[in-house]
């Protein structure tokens, strides 16, 4: 792996080093307070460089792709969002995704700009978390309340269209499972005016805090060719300056006809990757006002009885409702054989599930492609070299979630 | 059925005054017994009133409840929530927990949020094990409590299958007031009070498992049995 | 992703290339893949990898699925991304399982054996194997560990194969479709006599 300049100042003297070194196997973890989750590291150290870091995950695994072929398909979105805990309309997008490909069902428009409303909601409620934990692990305590106080606003939101904070179900095959009620747009309106200047907050404390910027200027660089190669994605490989985004690149839902822009660094450290984020929040607030603008009139799912629940109006008049409503709830909607693979891009790279049915309500094989999987392998380059204090910061810069790589 | 609701006994026991000439008398009598002017009767007799007077028992139940350390063990989705227990709309600094610590030498509760994997299981008994009495365990969520919806080869259904277990909060995440209203009830517990809830409106008081310190806390010989069989166990 | 035509012409050129290497093309859904010999995955792999105008230089993932009681059993899925032309392509490797075929019956049919004494006498010739793509794709490397631990598939040629999401002792591999589910049955008061002192 080839070594890139960094300020002369961080890297240990050569001649600094005793004749004869010795290598301390370090455990960080599971059970660590700067490890986001229950990740286990094996760290080799030499003094205080690390030469080695193996990470060790499992620890949160929870079997959910083999119970999903336990289940009828719209029993699986729960659990499917349960994977990647922080972005879970991302995950239920994903896997609704791949199943409407199975189906070939059209969503109506409606549903679209719902659906691209939530997930750009979800993306900054996933970012301001990030924030959040990592200004924590670094040492800016108070980002911690103050990220969480805009992030319980956006809960707030998602309170009020499905009902739930956090793992809400709102998306099913088809479309969303309600309409938002009276009350959201001016809500989200007024979200969407205030979130900008917040985001001007944070960056006053900490764009030019001294302290923070020489934690993570120059600090955990891994060239843009090596990240494409370990298959990293989203805003890691963008700070490197790779302009990939899947909104962009294969776009799905509203984003085709909203326009944004993709924030995209330079140099790939610490740095970068915490003002593309920050960037990215910005731009979602932009998506989200252009969506509700622009949200059209119509039904909220797809009016395709044999896959989407019939409304409840519906089943003290026709009986083919009641019937469709009791082979729904019962057994569930049998999809074509096949298999589909549809990705989209999460607040942490790709997320793609896989779903092969065999004709039958229950899939036969889920899958999903989580980002922070593929990223955790990014780790090691991240830190080889450098300090343990700047290992703690990689890890947060990389933003994993264990229950994304360890489903 | 007669289901009878009672309001649960306040924590403080002291009367707050019933009019600003009361508080003005009271502050006089406090003022006169520094001075060493109150004797005999009246002495006792403010020495009641205003000052409490508890066991030792009690006094540090009533500290050791409202200063609980708790113990940063997120796991899964449930340490999102508790984590915006912790900050400013949910505050659980009112409380007196606001200080996790992360080792479990110095933390006195563990709030298991999230599901217990088999591979953490053991680690998660470890961290237990480490901590120092007393110490109380909170299942936060369902999955914690009982396996939640993952009724499958990777996840422990339920944390008390290998650790003792205070308070449940059932919750897919429960949310944060929800967590406070479990963490309040095991306040009551450490106090002596345990909360009943739902024994004393369906009359089932007596049914309860063996929890430590609270007033059923007898258990049968033969479970006190089995308790001693596991910890010579656990410490061999 | 390429469409059908496309995906033609992509067969024929990787016929010419490594003849016998691609079995079948399938596009469905507007989903192209190619179905290749097991055996020859590098080469098709390396052909999309390198091959000036195709440069399949992103996977995104390596993941199997379990097509039981169709035969061969065990799909391997490599999903390649070609970045600069936007498109997909998906392919699959069969695998039979030699342990079915071998009569094996003893390793198959109790894949949750207690110890490892089951496995080790199994042997890793029990096993289906395939080559490792990490040389040609380092991001595969934890890919082809998870499948490994999910279906018990061995990927010669890796750094370092062993279990990443299940503890290291684990014996059986939990994905395929014959190996239960686990967990256990919920206690409802028809079935709470069937165990006694549960409370206990």
Known sequence: MSTVEREVSRRPEPDALEPETELLTVNMGPHHPATHGVLRLVVQLEGEVVREVKPVVGYVHTGIEKSCEDKSYWKVIPFVERMDYLAYYFNMEAFCGAVEQLLELEIPPRAKYLRTIHLELNRIHSHLVWLGTSALDIGAISMFWYCFRERDRVLDLFEMSSGQRMHTRYFQVGGVIEDIPTGFAARLRAFCEEMPRRVDQYEALLDHNEIFLRRTRNVGIVPRQRLLELGVSGPLLRAAGEPWDLRKAMPTLAYADLDFKIPVGTVGDGYDRYRVRLAEVRESVRIIGQALEGLPEGPHIADQRKVVLPPRSELSTSMEALIHHFKLVTEGYRVPAGEAYYAIEGPRGELGCFVLSDGSSKPARVHVRDPSFANLQALHDMCLDGYVADLIQNLAMLDPILGGIDR | ?236 | MPDAPGLELIRQQIDEASPGAILDTSFDRRQAALICDPERVLDVLRWLHDTPGQEYRFLSSVHCADYLPAEPRFGVHYELLNMPRIERIRVKAMLSDPAASNGGAAASADPAAPGREAEEAAGMGALPEIDSCVELFPGAEFHEREVYDFFGIVFRGHPDLRRILLPEDYTGWPLRRDFPIGGEPVLFTHNEPSSPGWFE
């Open chain 2, 1 to 236: 059925m007669e289901i009878e609701r009672t309001k649960i006994r306040a924590l403080s026991p002291l009367e707050q005054p019933r009019s600003p000439e009361e508080l003005r008398a009271r502050q006089l009598r406090a003022r006169e017994m520094l001075r060493g002017d109150l004797e005999g009767a009246e002495l006792e007799g403010h020495v009641e009133e205003r000052v409490m007077t508890t066991t030792l028992e009690r006094a540090l139940n009533t500290a050791r409840a409202n200063s609980l350390f708790p113990m940063t063990f997120g796991l899964a989705c449930c340490a999102i929530e508790m984590m915006s227990m912790v900050t400013a709309r949910y505050d659980i600094a009112r409380f007196g927990a606001e200080a996790f610590r992360a080792s479990p030498r110095q933390a006195d509760m563990i709030i298991l949020s999230g599901r217990v994997s088999i591979k953490m299981a053991p680690v998660v008994r470890r961290v237990y094990d480490q901590m120092l009495e007393p110490k109380w365990a909170i299942a936060m969520g369902a999955c914690s409590s009982s396996g939640g919806m993952f009724a499958n080869y990777a996840v422990v259904q339920g944390a008390d299958k290998f650790m003792p277990v205070d308070v449940h909060i059932p919750g897919c995440p429960p949310r944060p007031e929800a967590l406070l209203h479990g963490f309040n009830k095991l306040q009551r517990l450490i106090q002596g009070n345990p909360d009943p809830g739902w024994r004393r409106r369906y009359n089932a008081i007596g049914t309860e498992e063996w929890a430590r310190g609270g007033p059923q806390s007898s258990p049968s010989p033969e479970a006190a049995e089995a308790y001693e069989r596991a910890r010579e166990l656990a410490n061999a």
